[in-house]
């Protein structure tokens, strides 16, 4: 096997020693915001000398003893540069006693975690749907081990280069349920649950034979209940909300035979989903076996669901085949974006959808490219050991996917059909680097002449955008055209009292959308916003103050909030304290905030609520108001900020800094 890519961002040593399988013992302590756990590692040596400590990551760490294939072990905890905290601590284990001649070295580590652990959010009871019992979930890309995080969780080789099989046994109240990115050990039944003979707690197994990279590792423990959409797929949710979220991704099957016919046959065995509770902040994440999502997407009609098609192509491509190092992120992230437009594309029937989402992909592309440095505009960034979160942005989702679909309109769609299920049958179980990409691609296409003329130097390491692909415009024309109307009727540039009258109650959620973003972006380029009497006409002819579909609720909102529309201000205060996602609250905040009728009402309906939002979103909404206060030179919010300096548990991959580019880059699909 070819050496793996060198990772800066991980302290571990995969070159020399590399876990194959975790064995997880733990015990869920919601009084103390703390897991009590032991992790067994089976490790293979990868270099004969069996001097060579092994070095794990670990981030807060308490490690209380280690064992060397039963043996009790010298190690020892290093901080290499405490300028990078992300980086966390070294841990290094003596190998010295180890059998040499063993295919394989255990070795086992009691240790707890931190209270303020990144990987691992913690919900008070008024955090959740039901308000009856807390909530924590950990996991890899928004609860998050994504992307340096899982060190938090447990001692680990947290880079994706390095992937494990694992089985866990997990200890919670007995009112709690735990679910895993894994199947139950009994994959007959939901779960496999032993209560204990006192019946205050309950140990769940798990089993996940597929190896998985450590960012994957995912825990959830609330009070769940479950419905089963299909053989192979059941969604999880608090009680209250369960029957919803089952009608609401019915189509989740539909989803996975798509994404098998355009790639290969579905390999983890089960694809459930868990709805998470009204204050989680991000979109989506897609651990193995068990997708998270946001409870924003029950829109009441499945329209929302593409998000979902997103996290179940990352059934293939990111969990199946991982980028080696994060500097490679967009193979993840590209070839899921171009997964989910195929996908959307074949269940509606209609390949105009894959070009229609492509032009909204491209624009926010645009909008990124101003907002980020040259060195995290290119598809390879300059990461180096700094925190990967930092780079975080469209460009790995939207540059990969137009490298991608170059790269398909180059050699024609039948042809890179073909190479898309090559390529995920070769590389499946294992990782894959840009390099090793373009070696297969070039060497699948070695007969096709016109390959030698692409451009991969500019497309992989030149800042900026690509050049402009060709795209259908026939559904987004349409969108276009009616805001353009609209503008010409708050221009007055039409006859008093004649409106638009095209009907779009048959448009689908992103037409809508389209037609409300290519509004708001007029606006904000002529530096005005609508005419309160053109934002009632809409209101009187669309009803969308009164939609249950988020997207478009929070575009009208932001839409009449900056034109001054007062009548709106309770659809958004419900809208707004109703849910936590951080893509909502955090613009309706700032527009409130910047308004003359709202600023008091953002800041008051702000400090009613705090305790409700996910603690970074919370840390997020009062630096937006803070920030905003005192550029505008008036009476500092800084109470807002200092009130929430405590030690936070964080679900999120993100750090603060990054929090602003995941918001934006999972905004529209996460």
């Known amino acids: 096997a070819a050496p793996l890519a060198r990772d800066p961002s991980s302290l571990s040593n995969p070159h020399q020693a590399q876990i194959t399988h975790l064995s997880w013992d733990a015990v869920v302590d919601f009084d103390k915001h703390q897991f009590f756990a032991k992790a067994k590692y089976d490790v293979k040596l990868v270099s004969p000398d069996i001097g060579s400590p092994l070095r794990l990551d670990t981030s ?30 070294c841990l290094e284990i003596d190998l010295s006693s180890a059998d040499k001649s063993a295919d394989k070295i255990s070795v086992s580590i009691q240790y707890s975690t931190s209270p303020s652990a990144s990987a691992a959010q913690w919900l008070p009871p008024a955090q959740t749907a039901g308000k009856k019992y807390p909530y ?29 099989t694992y089985d866990a046994r997990v200890t919670v109240p007995s009112w709690a349920t735990a679910v895993m990115s894994a199947l139950s050990k009994d994959g007959t039944k939901p779960n496999t649950v032993t209560t204990s ?47 919803a979220v089952a009608f609401e991704f019915s189509q989740v099957e539909d989803f996975l035979k798509a994404a098998e016919e355009l790639t290969m046959p579905y390999q983890w065995t089960r694809y459930d989903l868990l709805c998470l509770p009204p204050s989680f902040p991000y979109g989506g994440m897609e651990n193995p076996c068990l997708t998270f ?17 997103h996290e179940a192509a990352h059934s293939w491509s990111g969990n199946l085949v991982t980028n080696e190092t994060w500097e490679s992120f967009w193979l993840n992230e590209g070839w899921t974006m171009f997964l989910q437009r195929k996908i959307m594309a074949k269940v509606h029937g209609n390949d105009n959808f894959f070009d229609f989402d492509a032009i909204g992909g491209w624009e926010t592309l645009k909008e990124c490219m101003a907002l980020f440095p040259d060195k995290f505009t290119k598809l390879i960034p300059d990461l180096g050991d700094d925190d ?15 490298l991608l679909y170059a790269l398909e309109r180059m050699v024609g769609a039948d042809k890179f059909a073909g190479f898309m299920k090559a390529y995920f049958n070769h590389f499946k179980f294992s990782t894959v680097t840009s390099q090793k990409f373009v070696e297969y691609f070039e060497s699948y296409f070695k007969d096709v002449p016109i390959i030698k003329e692409f451009d991969w130097e500019t497309w992989l390491h030149k800042p900026g955008m690509p050049k402009a692909p060709t795209f259908d415009r026939t559904l987004s024309a349409e969108c276009e055209g009616l805001a353009d109307a609209w503008l010409s009727v708050d221009d007055g540039e039409t006859a008093k009292g004649i409106l638009p ?84 609250v955090r613009p309706l905040y700032r527009a409130l905030f910047h308004s003359e009728m709202g600023k008091d009402i953002a800041v008051s309906t702000f400090l009613e609520n705090k ?17 905003t206060s005192k550029s505008e030179k008036k009476k500092s919010c800084g109470g807002l900020v200092s009130n929430l300096q405590k030690p936070l548990v964080i679900g999120g991959i993100l750090a603060l800094s990054a929090a602003i580019g995941i918001a934006l880059i999972r905004g529209k699909r996460h």
């Not at 994504?146 to 060190?151: D, M, N």
């Not at 999502?293 to 098609?309: E, F, I």
């Not at 305790?611 to 909404?621: G, N, Q, R, T």
Request: glycine share 4%; proline share 6%; with cysteine.
């Open 611 to 627: 305790d409700f939002y996910h603690p970074i979103a919370a840390k997020m909404v009062a630096t937006d108001l803070d920030s």
């Open 388 to 402: 990967p979160d930092d780079a975080f942005s469209s460009v790995p989702y939207e540059k990969g996917f137009n």
């Open 197 to 243: 003979e006192d019946g205050s707690t309950k140990l769940y197994e798990f089993n996940q034979p597929v190896p998985i990279s450590s960012y994957l590792f995912a825990l959830a423990v609330g009070e769940l209940d479950s419905r089963d959409i299909s053989p192979r797929c059941r969604v999880w949710s608090e009680p209250s909300m369960v029957e």
């Open 60 to 89: 807060g760490l308490d490690i209380k003893s280690v064992n060397v294939d039963g043996i009790p072990a010298t190690f020892s905890m290093s901080v290499p540069d405490s300028s990078k905290p992300h980086l966390g601590s």
């Open 293 to 309: 999502v946001t409870p924003t997407l029950l829109a009441g009609d499945k329209s929302l669901a593409d998000v979902v098609a």
């Open 136 to 164: 924590v979930f950990s996991a890899c890309f928004v609860t998050q081990c994504q992307a340096i995080h899982a060190r938090s969780l447990l001692p680990c080789m947290d880079c994706p280069a390095v992937k494990m």
């Open 501 to 584: 009258k095209h009907d779009i109650s048959a448009w689908s959620t992103g037409q809508k959308t389209c037609f409300l973003d290519a509004l708001m972006g007029t606006c904000t380029q002529r530096k005005r916003p609508l005419s309160l009497s053109t934002v009632a006409s809409m209101k009187d002819l669309y009803q969308m103050h009164e939609s249950q579909n988020s997207e478009i609720l929070f575009r009208f909102c932001m839409i009449s909030v900056e034109s001054g529309d007062a009548s709106i201000l309770p659809v958004v205060i419900r809208f707004i304290t109703s849910q936590g996602r951080m893509k909502f």
